[in-house]
């Protein structure tokens, strides 16, 4: 069965911490690009970081500095650790599996950040 899975999420207070993780099953991991997207309330969903199969990372601006993406292909998992978290990180969070024609996302992970 193809699926991601995220976990991870949760509430946390401003300048705190948090590591995402999306485990994934049924593809060839080690061939598939590997990124985070986030979607606040009323807001479209936008790309947060991606990792090729080789390794190169790219992070939206807003992140770089606080966030650092990395898979470990022996167990299908990519994460996200996301340090000094600001109010507006709040969202959803989804893992998202791109390789040629194939585009898997995860059903998302809500994180919540307090001032």
């Not at 401003?14 to 009323?42: D, E, K, N, V």
């Not at 993406?69 to 959803?92: C, F, G, H, W």
């Not at 040629?100 to 996302?105: H, V």
Request: proline share 2%; aromatic share 10%.
């Amino acid at each position: 069965q193809v699926q991601l899975v995220e976990s991870g999420g949760g509430l946390v207070q401003a300048g705190g911490s948090l590591r995402l993780s999306c485990a994934a099953s049924g593809i060839i991991f080690r061939l598939y690009t590997m990124g985070w997207h986030r979607q606040a309330p009323g807001k479209q969903r936008e790309l947060v970081a991606t990792i090729t199969s080789s390794g190169s990372l790219n992070y939206v601006d807003s992140v770089k500095g606080r966030f650092t993406i990395s898979r470990d292909n022996a167990v299908n998992t990519v994460y996200l650790q996301m340090e000094n978290l600001k109010p507006e990180d709040t969202a959803v969070y989804y893992c998202n599996a791109l390789f040629r024609w194939s585009n898997l996302w995860g059903q998302g992970t809500q994180v919540t950040v307090s001032s």
